[in-house]
C-alpha cells in the first residue's frame, strides 16, 4: 500500500509565476489537507479538501486554491508566486481527521 | 499569534536517558493534542495523542502527559535512542459539531540522541 504521494519533489519558480502541486492519498482515505511549513516553522494549515469541496480553510490569501478529484486526489494552486511563498507544502490524508498520514512534501523555492 | 507553542528550539540527550519535550498553548478551547515526529525529507509522522479528558498517555516508549490548568504538554521518551534523533512537533485541535477544527502545529523542538 502506497502512502500519501506527492509531486513534484522539488520545484523552482520565478516570483509572479503560478504552481502546481500534486498530492495522491493514501488508499482509503477521503480527505485531504495541504499545509505550509516555512525553515524553521511547524506546518501551517492552508485547506482541506473532502467530497471535492473545500471544507475548512487556514489563514491564506485567495492565491492559493486547490481542488479535490472524484478519485479523491488533489492539487494545491499558487498564483502570482511571492519570494515568501518558497517553503515545503505537505499533503495529509485522513479518513478521521485528526489521523492524518502526510506525505514528504514538495520543496518550493520562488526565485 | 502562536496558539502552540514549543520554547526550546533544540534539545540533547544521552542515549538510554529520558526526553522531555515540552509544549505550551495559549487556546483554552483545545481539546486534542498530537505529537509527530519529523525526520528530514520526509512528512510528518503521528506519534501520540491525547484527549483533553485524560492527563496522561502512553504508548511504548512514549508518554504524553497533559496539565490542562496549566495549558501545558509534554512528551517523555524513555530510554531515548538515537533513532528517536528528529524535529518533534506539539499540535492541537477542537472537536467542531461532529469532526475536528483544522489542526494548529507548534514550531517544533529538534532532539539529537547521543550514543
Known amino acids: 500500500d502506497a502512502g500519501v504521494t506527492q509531486s513534484p519533489t522539488h520545484l523552482i519558480k520565478t516570483r509572479g509565476q503560478q504552481v502546481t502541486l500534486r498530492c495522491s492519498p493514501k488508499?482509503?482515505?477521503?480527505?485531504v489537507s495541504w499545509y505550509q511549513q516555512a525553515l524553521g516553522q511547524g506546518p501551517q494549515f492552508i485547506f482541506q479538501?473532502?467530497?471535492?469541496?473545500?471544507?475548512q480553510r487556514g489563514n491564506f490569501p485567495d492565491r492559493f486554491s486547490g481542488h479535490q478529484f472524484p478519485n479523491y486526489s488533489s492539487e494545491l494552486n499558487v498564483n502570482a508566486l511571492l519570494l515568501g511563498d518558497s517553503a515545503l507544502y505537505l499533503c495529509?490524508?485522513?479518513?478521521?481527521?485528526?489521523?492524518?498520514?502526510f506525505g514528504p512534501g514538495t520543496r518550493l523555492t520562488v526565485l | 499569534d502562536q496558539q502552540v507553542k514549543q520554547n526550546s528550539p533544540s534539545l540533547s540527550v544521552q542515549e538510554g536517558r529520558i526526553s522531555i519535550l515540552n509544549c505550551d498553548y495559549t487556546?483554552?478551547?483545545?481539546?486534542?493534542f498530537l505529537w509527530y515526529k519529523k525526520y528530514p525529507a520526509e512528512g510528518p509522522t503521528f506519534l501520540i495523542s491525547?484527549?483533553?479528558?485524560?492527563d496522561k498517555n502512553e504508548d511504548g516508549r512514549f508518554t504524553v502527559f497533559l496539565n490542562k490548568s496549566a495549558k501545558h504538554l509534554s512528551l517523555h521518551i524513555v530510554p531515548s535512542q538515537p533513532g528517536d534523533s528528529a524535529v518533534y512537533f506539539c499540535?492541537?485541535?477542537?472537536?467542531?459539531?461532529?469532526?475536528?477544527?483544522?489542526?494548529?502545529f507548534g514550531p517544533g523542538t529538534s532532539l539529537s540522541v547521543i550514543p
Open positions: 495529509a490524508s485522513s479518513a478521521n481527521y485528526n489521523e492524518q498520514f
Open positions: 488508499s482509503g482515505h477521503d480527505t
Open positions: 479538501y473532502y467530497e471535492e469541496e473545500e471544507r
Open positions: 487556546n483554552s478551547m483545545f481539546d486534542y
Open positions: 491525547i484527549s483533553s479528558i485524560k
Open positions: 499540535a492541537a485541535s477542537v472537536w467542531v459539531k461532529t469532526s475536528y477544527d483544522k489542526v494548529i
